[in-house]
């Protein structure tokens, strides 16, 4: 029973310090809009592509086309609101001319054209990042299954697609953010990996760190303790 009741009282402290926490920091603050996914690294095909859940939820895809298309699927059993949105890094080999088509059935519903298109710089304050925004689309899709392509003439280049509109980060999509941005930061923008931490967002989802490792090591430290007597 002391036993129990110790554990309780740690799940208790830990879940008052993360309310607190969620009150004190919202979750938008630390989402800078789009939950990260690293897309780089890997061939995306028709055949292989990266399945997209939640398509209303904000993700950000980083990836990088190396000699061909980069595929998403999206397959949803009710219609939903698809947001969709093409960025590269504001750098002077970026490509501009990249295009994102929604396919089903073959068929092209819709495409975003980066050729021609005006590019605006935007600065994203919170992890401070700098990018070109290309086209977007807001458009009502049915429910099946429908494929994003993302390509341009000689398939190559850096692209960040921004897929759906609903913020939604929870504490361990923040956790998870935090062992992404590295990444993102080293191998998308080319910048140190610890950069990820010297921005406000990284300094959040860093402390968002802190308090789970604390969690898992107290909890192991007291179930350590009592298993020994």
Known sequence: MKIRS???YLSNSLTGVLLFLSVLIPPSCCAYAHQPRISLGARHTLSDPIVIKKPEISKVYYGILSG???FYRIDSRTPYQLYLNILVPDRRDSSIDINVDVVSDNK????????????ERFFEPMARDHYLKGPEL???LRQGTYYIKVYNKGNSGRYSLAVGSIESFSFFEAVRTAFTLPAVKSKFFNKPAYSA???PVGLILLGYLIIAAGGVFGAFFIIRRYMIR
């Open 108 to 119: 092209t519903l819709l495409r975003l054209r980066g050729k021609g298109y005006k590019w």
């Open 197 to 199: 931490f010297i921005s």
């Open 138 to 140: 807001d458009w009502r």
């Open 6 to 8: 110790r554990l309780r």
């Open 68 to 70: 061909e298309p980069d």
